[in-house]
């Protein structure tokens, strides 16, 4: 069964106490991303990898780091967290060959909450 | 470059009604379209994608969009919704030959009421 799993699904944290969200997918997919999702912004991009070693910033990167060391994982990394990175984040892949007309799959989310 | 405006940020609308949310994009290069749905408290499902062919397209749980190009729209419609439609939409779009990604509108709040 296709699955992309991210891990915690909920969190609550401090502000600067460094977390890693984790996302993993089992499709052997190249591409994958984070987004991240806010009342009445829909869901914004913060980082993406192509593929292995291959990342890439989004429209709102400031805060993050990720990784892209083997190709089913992809961590996400707020090495400072702070309120403002309070919010739900999604990890997605999708096959690379296909373009979008190929099916994204999405986690489950993970919500944070940053004091 | 994509962008895409979702003219409604909520829209009421008693059971049984017909609905329409409203979805605009722009882009230079030619797209696929898509609508996804988030349910309370969970993750997002796809509702139905635009790829090619016919410009009527038909989704999960009766849900259908209409892609018109020359007036760069994919409004969703459902003839009869449910208390059980009550949920987030958004629309997407994601470039057909390039290695871009996906751009998701802001939502659109469903609320159904009996």
């Known amino acids: 069964e296709a699955q992309v799993t991210q891990n915690p699904r909920y969190l609550i944290t401090v502000t600067g106490k460094k977390l890693t969200v984790t996302c993993s997918q089992n499709m052997n997919h190249e591409y994958m991303s984070w987004y991240r999702q806010d009342p009445g912004l829909g869901l914004r991009q913060i980082y993406y990898?192509?593929?292995?070693?291959?990342?890439d910033k989004g429209d709102v990167p400031e805060g993050y780091k990720v990784s892209r060391k083997e190709k089913r994982n992809f961590p996400l990394i707020l090495e400072s967290p702070s309120p403002n990175q309070t919010s739900l984040y999604f990890c997605?892949?999708?096959?690379?060959?296909?373009?979008?007309?190929?099916?994204?799959?999405f986690g489950q989310g993970t919500r944070l909450t940053v004091v | 470059a994509q962008s895409v405006t979702q003219l409604d940020s909520q829209v009421p609308v008693f059971e049984e009604a017909p609905v329409e949310l409203r979805c605009n994009y722009s882009s230079s290069v030619s797209v696929y379209l898509f609508w996804y749905v988030q349910y309370p408290n969970q993750g997002l499902q796809l509702l139905l994608k635009?790829?090619?062919?016919?410009?009527l397209v038909k989704g999960i749980n009766g849900f259908e969009a209409e892609f018109n190009k020359s007036q760069t729209s994919f409004h969703l419609r459902k003839p009869s919704v449910h208390i059980s439609d009550t949920a987030e939409y958004f629309c997407?779009?994601?470039?057909?030959?390039?290695?871009?990604?996906?751009?998701f509108g802001k939502g659109t709040k469903l609320s159904v009421k009996p």
């Open positions: 997407a779009v994601g470039p057909r030959r390039s290695q871009g990604n996906l751009i």
């Open positions: 635009y790829l090619s062919g016919s410009t």
């Open positions: 997605a892949t999708k096959s690379q060959g296909g373009a979008w007309g190929t099916e994204a799959f």
């Open positions: 990898s192509m593929n292995v070693e291959a990342t």
